[in-house]
């Protein structure tokens, strides 16, 4: 059982040496990304929304035209 934690430790160690690797993108970048992210997430939902209002017309007069 000792060595199981002794893994455990061992690997937290390592995840730690490897984080301070990591190239982390700075505020202003962050920012932007995530402004990004936001702006294509509103758009693609406009689209979709728009989509699917155009379906849902085309089935409900599909519909009502019926005898």
Known sequence: MGKFFEKIITFLKEVKIEAKKVNWPTKQQTLRYTL?????????????????????ELIRRIISSRP
Do not use: E, P, R
Not at 37 to 53: N, R
């Open 36 to 56: 990004l992210v936001v702006a294509f997430s509103i758009v693609a939902a406009i689209f979709l929304g728009g989509i699917d209002f155009l379906f849902s």
